[in-house]
């Protein structure tokens, strides 16, 4: 009698099982690989971006989709995506540096006052929290992939300038000219144009109106009537355009990057925001990353991306902490223009922004729909909304 009690029991239980493997089908890998082989792209529009979670995931700043599909692609090729963030972060940020994105990611754009372009670029490891960047790099194209060869090969964090393209021929790297006719060109039209406009302040000859080259003014210093305006040095897609990107696998290992060429015209020497950890780019398995663009010389003294992971600590979501450092940004510096991306460690992404009217991102995970890669935009801030700092 007990023995077939104990049978009809253990029959009724892998009935049981059978029922509920079968009323809960899988996404095989195989099936997520044949949706990833052809993506499709849709723009989607909304005041203020928030998405449920959803692993493996890819996003970025902007409107470079390319580097988004590589990345993408890159990070499925294994199952969830596991051991393959750092990867899609570096192939995806060099595929905006190869193809010269908007002339602001990669070689041939945004030449210096000299006519050189210099390349900045950092890699962030979640777990490790090791960094591996570069600044002021000369003759070197691929910024990322060296930024790398930094974290991987070095106790260092960044190498900068002519040091560290020496670093980069030691690990196999090509020197060559970073400048194009296209870039020539740029730095002729603006020299002749009495090099306008420019970074120069509070120096002599007035630099609103020459070239140089400039001295201090003698005027002490506690005199001297600085002007902290912007205005006349537009910030935004066409000038100051990082790309930021940002990779999770389904077990929450996180890898964030950034490359760029830098701001138009700058002073040689200058480095801006995307290759400081906590700037430009920064990231924390238990927590979630970010990723910033926009004016970097102002961004980079508000440290915004290490200000959003940590609001996410916190318990904000990732809209509310991206609005963190635009906010804080915005209430010293009302005429400066930058976004922030956040996304928490289940996937869960937002945005935020400030002197644009809106700001576009790419991101790829797997959509409830068939489409898993799509560009996303979120309308800024305004001036009127800034009113308050957004406290974590």
Same mark, same amino acid.
């Given at each position: 009698m007990y023995k077939a009690q104990y049978l009809w029991l253990v029959g009724f239980v892998l009935i049981l099982g059978s029922a509920t493997e079968r009323s809960t089908p899988k996404i095989s890998f195989t099936a997520l690989v044949s949706l990833k082989t052809t993506p499709a792209t849709r723009l989607v529009t909304t005041s203020k971006t928030s998405s449920g979670g959803s692993l493996p995931m890819v996003i970025n700043t902007w409107n470079f989709v390319d580097a988004n599909l590589l990345a993408w692609r890159i990070l499925n090729v294994t199952q969830g995506g596991l051991r393959q963030t750092r990867n899609a972060v570096v192939e995806g940020c060099t595929k905006c540096e190869k193809q010269q994105c908007d002339r602001t990611v990669g070689f041939g754009g945004s030449p210096d006052e000299l006519g050189e372009t210099t390349l900045d670029a950092m890699i962030m490891d979640g777990s490790s929290m090791d960094v591996g960047a570069v600044a002021g790099l000369r003759g070197i194209k691929d910024a990322i992939r060296v930024a790398r060869h930094v974290l991987e090969h070095t106790k260092h964090t960044m190498l900068v300038g002519d040091a560290a393209s020496q670093f980069a021929q030691a690990m196999g790297y090509r020197s060559e000219s970073l400048v194009t006719p296209e870039s020539k060109a740029m730095w002729q039209e603006w020299t002749a144009e009495n090099c306008q406009p420019n970074f120069w302040r509070n120096v002599y000859p007035d630099p609103s109106v020459s070239c140089g080259p400039y001295k201090p003014k003698p005027t002490p210093l506690t005199r001297w009537k600085e002007d902290r305006a912007r205005t006349e040095y537009a910030i935004g897609h066409n000038n100051h355009d990082t790309i930021g990107m940002i990779a999770i696998d389904v077990e929450n290992n996180i890898h964030a990057g950034t490359s760029s060429n830098g701001a138009s015209h700058k002073i040689p020497g200058r480095v801006g925001d995307s290759p400081i950890p906590g700037a430009g780019a920064y990231a924390d398995n238990e927590v979630g990353a970010a990723v910033a663009t926009g004016d970097g010389d102002i961004m980079m003294r508000f440290l915004p991306t290490l200000l959003a992971v940590e609001a996410m600590r916190a318990g904000k979501k990732p809209t509310?902490?991206?609005?963190?450092? %635009?906010?804080?940004?915005?209430?010293?510096? #009302?005429?400066?223009?930058?976004?922030? !991306?956040?996304?928490?460690? +289940?996937?869960?992404?937002?945005?935020?922004?400030?002197?644009?009217?809106?700001?576009?991102?790419?991101?790829?995970?797997?959509?409830?729909?068939? %489409?898993?890669?799509?560009?996303?935009?979120? #309308?800024?801030?305004?001036?009127?909304? !800034?009113?308050?700092?957004? +406290?974590?």
């Open positions: 509310e902490a991206a609005e963190v450092g %635009i906010r804080r940004i915005a209430k010293h510096y #009302k005429d400066f223009s930058g976004a922030v !991306i956040a996304v928490d460690r +289940l996937g869960q992404y937002g945005a935020a922004c400030y002197g644009m009217k809106e700001f576009p991102f790419v991101v790829s995970n797997p959509s409830k729909t068939d %489409i898993m890669t799509r560009q996303e935009t979120v #309308k800024c801030i305004t001036n009127k909304e !800034i009113v308050n700092i957004v +406290l974590l």
